[in-house]
């Protein structure tokens, strides 16, 4: 068993904000914008659909890049992921059913008044994971498919493109995935950019630079961690 971190989610660049983590660790997964051609068939939410309480209006008839897609958030029936970078489909690609893939998100502070492990102004967490259900899809993959099993990737972002651009395709199991209800540091406590032992100590990142947007890998025994960390509520491990 291994699994693979991608960063995912609103930021400062797109579309200008991050989602918010809220002074008890909840927070709220807000999509990046759709930035290429969809199908005209297709049906592309706007930040307006979305059932989000961070003010969009600047934004609200804007489509949205609902991707990854959790099942019960945003409308979303599955737990599926595709990218076409390289950079994260390799890694990704190199992952089989039964492994795990970790999604993180930059968030922006709410308020001064919060659970001591969430970091002033802003921080990276991860929000959520998949277990992969079946090995992930290359681009060649997904073409050469089945109906039915094309048929499962019909809501991903991806999928919706015209054309189609993802390298990799990912489906996570309904028993094994989750957006989590509170994030899981993994930033330090004391500023967003530094990060703490779950990215130096047990992924395959220096922690060095941005490291916030790049992919990490762990192994077996690191997954197992960070599943009981989630599984724990013991975010001090985050830490020492």
């Known amino acids: ?5 991608i960063n995912v989610g609103a930021n400062t660049n797109e579309p200008g904000f991050r989602g918010p983590i809220y002074p008890d660790g909840r927070f709220e ?16 939410p706007t930040y307006a659909d979305l059932d989000l309480s961070v003010g969009v209006s600047d934004v609200a ?10 099942a019960g958030i945003h409308d979303c029936e599955r737990y599926t992921y595709g990218d076409p970078h390289g950079v994260k489909a390799r890694p990704l690609l190199d992952l089989d059913a039964g492994d795990y893939v970790f999604f ?20 990276t967490y991860l929000i959520g994971h998949f277990r992969l259900e079946r090995d992930p899809l290359s681009a060649d993959d997904y073409r050469e498919a089945s109906d039915a099993e094309r048929a499962l990737f019909s809501n991903n972002a991806h999928v919706k493109r015209d054309p189609f651009d993802a390298e990799v395709l990912l489906y996570g199991d ?10 899981i540091p993994l ?8 990060a ?20 990490m890998k762990f192994d077996r025994e690191a997954t197992e961690e960070l599943l009981s960390i ?11």
């Not at 068993?1 to 971190?5: I, N």
């Not at 008839?61 to 959790?70: C, G, M, N, R």
């Not at 703490?196 to 992919?215: E, I």
């Open 61 to 70: 008839d804007t489509a949205v890049h609902l991707d990854p897609t959790f």
């Open 29 to 44: 997964y807000v999509p990046i914008p759709e930035s290429a051609p969809t199908r005209a068939e297709a049906d592309v």
């Open 1 to 5: 068993m291994r699994s693979v971190a």
């Open 230 to 240: 989630r599984d724990t509520g013991d975010y001090e491990r985050a830490f020492k």
């Open 187 to 194: 930033s330090t406590r004391e500023a967003g950019a530094d």
């Open 174 to 183: 309904g028993a094994g995935s989750e957006c989590y209800d509170r994030a």
């Open 104 to 123: 993180y998100a930059t968030l922006s502070t709410t308020d001064e008044e919060r659970a001591d492990w969430v970091a002033p102004e802003w921080g």
């Open 196 to 215: 703490n032992r779950l990215v130096t100590d047990l992924s395959s990142d220096s922690g060095k630079g941005p490291w916030w947007r790049r992919p």
